[in-house]
C-alpha cells in the first residue's frame, strides 16, 4: 500500500504568477482534501474533492481551485500568487465511505512567494 | 474565540518524563478527535482518533476526551528524544453533510532533551 505523494517538494514563484500543485492519494482512498499550512500555525481547509466534485471548501479565495482525477490523483492550482500564499501546501487523502474519518497526509509542496 | 485553541508551546521536557498535550474546544457539535504529530517540514502523521469521552491507549500514548468540559489531553509516557515534533489536535462534528472537514489547532511544539 502506498501512502500518499506530493510533488513537487518545494517551488519558488513570483508574485502574480500561477503554480500547480500534484497529490497522488493513498491507494483505495476516494477523498483528497487540501491545506495551507502558514508557519507555525495549523492547516488551514482549503477544499475537498470526492470522487471528481467539489465537496466542501475553505475560506479561500477563487484564485484557488482544485481538480480530482477519476484515479483520485489531484491538482491545486494558485493563481496570481500574493506574498501571503507562501506556506506549506498539504494534500490528505482518506476514504469516504467507510464511515470513518482519518486523515492521510502527504509530505507537503513548500511555495515561496518573492 | 477560535474553535479549537491549543497552547503553541515551546514544552521541554527531559526525557523520560510524562508529558500532556492538550486543547479546547467551543462547538459541542464536535465529536470525534485526533491527535498528529508533524516533525519539522514533514507532513502530520495520524496518532490516535477517538469519538468518545474517555481514554484511549495505544503504546504510550493515551488519548483523553472531556465532552462535558470540551476538553482533550494526549498524554505521552517514558518520553524519547524521538517524540520532539509539533503536536496538532483535529476535532470534526458529528455530521458535515457527508465531508468530513476537521478542524486543527495550531499545534504545540514538544522537545525532549536527553
Known amino acids: 500500500e502506498t501512502g500518499v505523494t506530493q510533488s513537487p517538494t518545494h517551488l519558488i514563484k513570483t508574485r502574480g504568477q500561477q503554480v500547480t500543485l500534484r497529490c497522488s492519494s493513498q491507494s483505495g482512498h476516494n477523498t483528497v482534501s487540501w491545506y495551507q499550512q502558514a508557519l507555525g500555525q495549523g492547516p488551514q481547509f482549503i477544499f475537498q474533492?470526492?470522487?471528481?466534485?467539489?465537496?466542501g471548501r475553505g475560506n479561500f479565495p477563487p484564485r484557488f481551485s482544485g481538480l480530482q482525477f477519476p484515479n483520485y490523483s489531484s491538482e491545486l492550482n494558485v493563481n496570481a500568487l500574493e506574498l501571503d500564499d507562501s506556506a506549506l501546501y498539504l494534500c490528505?487523502?482518506?476514504?469516504?465511505?467507510?464511515?470513518?474519518?482519518?486523515?492521510?497526509f502527504g509530505p507537503g509542496t513548500r511555495l515561496t512567494v518573492t | 474565540q477560535k474553535e479549537v485553541e491549543q497552547d503553541p508551546g515551546p514544552l521541554s521536557v527531559p526525557e523520560g518524563a510524562i508529558v500532556s498535550l492538550n486543547c479546547t474546544y467551543s462547538n459541542s457539535a464536535f465529536q470525534y478527535f485526533m491527535w498528529y504529530r508533524q516533525y519539522s517540514r514533514k507532513g502530520p502523521e495520524l496518532l490516535m482518533y477517538?469519538?468518545?469521552?474517555g481514554n484511549k491507549e495505544d503504546g504510550r500514548f493515551t488519548a483523553q476526551v472531556d465532552k462535558s468540559s470540551k476538553y482533550i489531553s494526549l498524554f505521552i509516557r517514558d518520553s524519547q528524544p524521538s517524540d520532539s515534533a509539533t503536536y496538532l489536535c483535529?476535532?470534526?462534528?458529528?455530521?458535515?453533510?457527508?465531508?468530513?472537514?476537521?478542524?486543527f489547532g495550531r499545534g504545540t511544539s514538544l522537545i525532549v532533551h536527553p
Open positions: 483535529a476535532i470534526l462534528p458529528a455530521s458535515s453533510g457527508g465531508s468530513y472537514i476537521p478542524t
Open positions: 490528505a487523502s482518506s476514504d469516504s465511505g467507510t464511515g470513518t474519518y482519518e486523515q492521510y
Open positions: 477517538t469519538y468518545s469521552s
Open positions: 474533492y470526492y470522487r471528481e466534485e467539489e465537496n
